[in-house]
């Protein structure tokens, strides 16, 4: 399968700007996407913003415009710089890929471990 490991979280103001990163690792054949989820305590997981391999992306409404996320194929790493930051942003941000396993090409996904970030008011 697929390791990803999320970094960059932390505690900023409201108004301010983290830049968020995964990097997967392991064994697949291909990599069709990946994206970032968010989940605040006791609200369910939501996707946030998705990047297929060819770079088409979609972002949920509460971030439209004010978070983008990119892709380095060649590193197998997906980013998401988080601009206006919300305290409503507060919550744990989880990186997701969808993958093709080496053996039989089947379409699985993967989930990383989680940052927190935290945006005071």
């Known amino acids: 399968q697929v390791q990803l490991v999320e970094s960059g979280g932390g505690l900023v103001q409201a108004g301010g700007s983290l830049r968020l990163s995964c990097a997967a690792s392991?064994?697949?054949?291909?990599?069709?996407?990946m994206g970032w989820y968010r989940q605040a305590p006791a609200r369910e997981r939501e996707l946030v913003a998705a990047?297929?391999?060819?770079?088409?992306?979609n972002y949920a409404d509460s971030v439209k415009g004010r978070f983008t996320i990119s892709r380095d194929n060649a590193k197998n790493t997906v980013y998401l710089q988080m601009n206006s930051l919300k305290p409503e942003d507060t919550a744990v941000y989880y990186c997701?890929?969808?993958?093709?396993?080496?053996?039989?090409?089947?379409?699985?996904?993967?989930w990383g471990q989680g940052t927190l970030v935290t945006v005071s008011s």
């Open positions: 990047i297929t391999n060819g770079g088409s992306a």
């Open positions: 392991g064994s697949f054949f291909s990599i069709n996407a």
């Open positions: 997701n890929a969808v993958f093709q396993d080496q053996l039989f090409r089947r379409v699985l996904d993967a």
